[in-house]
């Protein structure tokens, strides 16, 4: 690159990197596009809907029926946001609490009334037509083409016109297919009906195909959808097409869905409520991220001198770009959902920390800065890629799996992935290149790498093993110490396990600061449980307290609390059971989305390394450190709450990223290997060669998650607490075992051919 031109292109890069923090800071136009503030926010930081809906029926509802009702309306109010949440209240009330939205009446209208999907056939047993197509005039005089019917419901039932109704209908998704005919790709809805329903919509549609007629979809009082019948379908898979874009099939599809609920439900009640947590939070969580900042910034420049100034200016592009994508990708921000972009910054130093170390073993062999430049870039790639990617499959499987905060969690961490990759290859390269060809030439200015001294870590590979096996087994005991003391392996939060949801009304208009000051310490002393979450209606005194599970003398002395300290009548507060806001269906929705991606990561690796005892090797890793991790909530009873999954998550990626580093110096290492070589030797001294990144880039994320444990409010501190000890223990794995494991399975399970 030539001078000139280096000059050019760091004025450009200044004036967009300006250009790009203005628009993060203050965003574009009226409605500040762009910016932090317009990102949509969480039901935590800025409040929402909070809709309350009751079973329509004098019967209990079973609770198989309630779950299954709760998991179908999850996946419905996951299109408003993935940070909504859907739980039981009492034994017959549905909770649903969608952030980011103040208008009630909007979301109660586009989510209708539950459990009311008809399938009717166009004519009844003798001919007659149930419903007729006809025109609406609307306002402005033009024809407004519809369907009506010529029924009520309640005939259409009584004369078996309703061919099925919305819970024999398993599942209905929006897709895109090739059409046969034209071979256009087309936009359908495609139904999966359950074993009842195939059986009668195989005769309906029988009927209808010999008639050239239609069944109609209708909800809520209104036509969904008329198809007409193109075949005899037996086997209980049907397509509907002729929608006209993707929206309006991903539309039909969802009515489709929440249509085939159990139970009908009908509204109780709904509020506008504000945050769960006040301005302090965002306050002290923004100042964990600029102390956490700065930090890496100071580190990255005092260790790398001006490839550290590059990687700076790099990071702070990549802060901006994530706040900008985020608003663009309309992700819902909760206070994890901070910590874990806080986190990321951390992350991403990575990637450069692998290419400056390359440059100084580069320039250590006497290469010129240019040359050590070229090839430290080169030489780096590999790992750089295979850890990402290797990440990446991971949060790809969690988005199409996993739903709720875990597809939440895996946006964000796909966007992250993309944005280090690119500010680390391109960014920073063009930064150093740059700053080479105006003049910053000197080797001290990138520093030379020392002689690294060959550590001998496989030799204590048995007391790195046992050491392992110990605080595991240290964990489970303690998770059979806690069951019989407390009923549970873990601290769980009532996210997992339910609780009781407290209304009252206060006499005096207080803030949630106030609130968190005032109320929520002495009901912390009644319950021992430092794990309670308080909600405020929007203009009103009346505030939603959510605790453990409180019995019944518990419930007396937090009534009498009230009372005595804050003159609250005791008429207006009333208290209900409330269910896990993670219910067990997305507890297994995450077990079988880690589960895929852990199997997916192990082929990847297989693929790429040529060798499955490098997969091997990972996934054992990975294992342990969840488990140690597990260990460390047992042993410490930090509360386990809808963090926790996206805790184990950024712990797998984390640990991965650190074992791929490794495992792709020993591939290097192995093509230069010659036959007198020892096997250990090399192992030795990949691990010893990749030690400083191992320990540096740890410590970059340490500098971040360790400024959410100082500065953050408890919530956050209950996510960066066990981050810590993930970021110890996935060091620890990389450096002490993984090498160690798969020199075991090298030379215990030899391939033939090397034989």
């Known amino acids: 690159m030539k001078k000139n031109r280096a000059v050019i292109g760091l004025i450009v890069f200044v004036l967009i990197l300006g250009l790009l923090g203005y628009t993060a800071v203050f965003g574009v136009g009226a409605d500040k596009s762009g910016s932090a503030s317009s990102i949509k926010l969480g039901l935590d930081l800025a409040g929402g809907v909070s809709i309350t809906y009751q079973v329509v029926g004098d019967e209990k509802p079973s609770a198989a029926d309630m779950n299954d009702t709760i998991y179908k309306l999850q996946q419905r109010v996951d299109n408003y946001s993935t940070e909504a949440q859907v739980y039981q209240e009492g034994a017959d009330r549905i909770n649903i609490e969608i952030p980011g939205v103040t208008d009630a009446n909007t979301i109660l209208e586009e989510l209708g009334k539950p459990g009311s999907l008809y399938f009717i056939a166009q004519t009844d047993s003798e001919g007659n037509q149930n419903y007729e197509f006809s025109y609406e005039v609307d306002e402005e005089g033009n024809l407004i083409p519809q369907y009506v019917l010529t029924k009520t419901i309640d005939e259409l039932s009584a004369d078996g016109s309703i061919v099925l109704t919305g819970t024999e209908v398993a599942d209905a998704q929006a897709r895109a297919q090739q059409d046969q005919q034209m071979g256009n790709v087309e936009n359908v809805v495609a139904l999966t009906l359950n074993e009842a329903g195939t059986a009668a919509f195989a005769e309906a549609t029988q009927k209808a195909y010999d008639n050239g007629g239609s069944i109609a979809i209708y909800y809520d009082d209104q036509f969904v959808s008329v198809p007409n019948v193109q075949a005899v379908i037996k086997d209980g898979n049907a397509v509907i097409t002729g929608q006209n874009s993707a929206a309006e099939a991903e539309r039909i599809a969802s009515t489709i869905r929440i249509g085939g609920l159990k139970l009908e439900l009908e509204e109780l009640r709904s509020n506008v409520v504000g945050a769960q947590l006040g301005s302090a939070a965002i306050e002290s969580s923004l100042i964990a991220a600029a102390v956490g900042f700065a930090l890496v910034v100071v580190f990255m420049i005092a260790i790398y001198y001006v490839s550290g100034l590059a990687a700076a200016l790099a990071l702070c592009l990549y802060t901006e770009l994530m706040i900008i994508l985020l608003y663009a990708f309309e992700a819902t921000l909760t206070l994890p959902g901070i910590a874990g972009i806080i986190l990321s910054v951390g992350m991403a130093v990575d990637a450069n920390v692998i290419i400056f170390a390359r440059i100084r073993e580069e320039l250590a062999t006497g290469k010129t800065v240019q040359s050590s430049i070229k090839i430290g870039f080169s030489k780096a790639l590999s790992a750089i890629l295979d850890g990402n990617i290797t990440t990446l499959i991971a949060a790809f499987v969690l988005y199409v799996m996993g739903s709720g905060t875990i597809k939440g969690f895996s946006i964000t ?88 949801s407290t209304t009252m009304t206060l006499n005096e208009d207080m803030s949630i600061e106030e609130i968190d000051a005032q109320i929520v310490p002495l009901i912390e002393e009644i319950t021992g449980d430092g794990n309670v979450q308080t909600t405020k209606v929007a203009g009103s005194s009346q505030v939603i307290i959510k605790t453990r599970t409180l019995n019944l003398e518990e419930r007396e002395r937090f009534a009498d609390t009230m009372v005595t300290n804050f003159g609250v009548d005791e008429n207006s507060i009333t208290a209900e059971t409330i269910s896990a806001t993670v219910s067990s269906e997305m507890q297994a929705d995450a077990v079988k989305a880690i589960l895929v991606a852990t199997i997916l990561m192990l082929l990847y690796i297989w693929f790429r390394f040529k060798d499955i005892r490098f997969g091997a090797s990972s996934v054992i890793a990975l294992v342990h450190d969840v488990l140690v991790v597990l260990a460390f909530y047992a042993i410490v009873k930090v509360s386990v709450g809808n963090t926790f999954i996206a805790c184990m998550l950024t712990i797998v990626g984390y640990s991965i990223n650190a074992t791929i580093v490794i495992f792709d110096r020993i591939r290097e290492n192995m093509r230069d290997m010659r036959g007198r070589d020892n096997l250990q030797d090399m192992v030795n001294r990949s691990i010893s060669q990749t030690l400083s990144r191992s320990i540096f880039t740890s410590l970059t994320t340490f500098f971040m998650v360790a400024s959410l444990e100082v500065f953050g409010v408890s919530s956050i501190r209950e996510f960066a607490l066990p981050l810590i000890a993930g970021i110890i223990c996935g060091t620890y794995s990389s450096i002490c075992l993984t090498g160690a494991m798969w020199y075991v399975f090298r030379t215990k399970f030899v391939k033939k051919a090397a034989k």
Not at 438 to 463: C, H, M, N, P, R
Not at 479 to 495: E, F, I, K, Q
């Open 413 to 500: 961490l796909m966007l992250g992935i993309f944005l280090s990759m690119f500010t680390a290859l391109f960014v920073t390269k063009f930064l150093i290149n740059a700053l080479y060809a105006v003049g910053v030439q000197s080797e001290k200015a990138y520093g030379v790498g020392k002689e690294k001294k060959t550590i001998d870590f496989l030799s204590k590979k048995k007391v790195f093993f046992g050491l392992s096996a110990a605080v595991i087994l240290i964990g489970f005991v303690m998770m059979g110490v806690n069951t019989a003391s407390m009923d549970m392996p873990l601290n769980y939060s009532l996210d997992f396990v339910g609780g009781t």
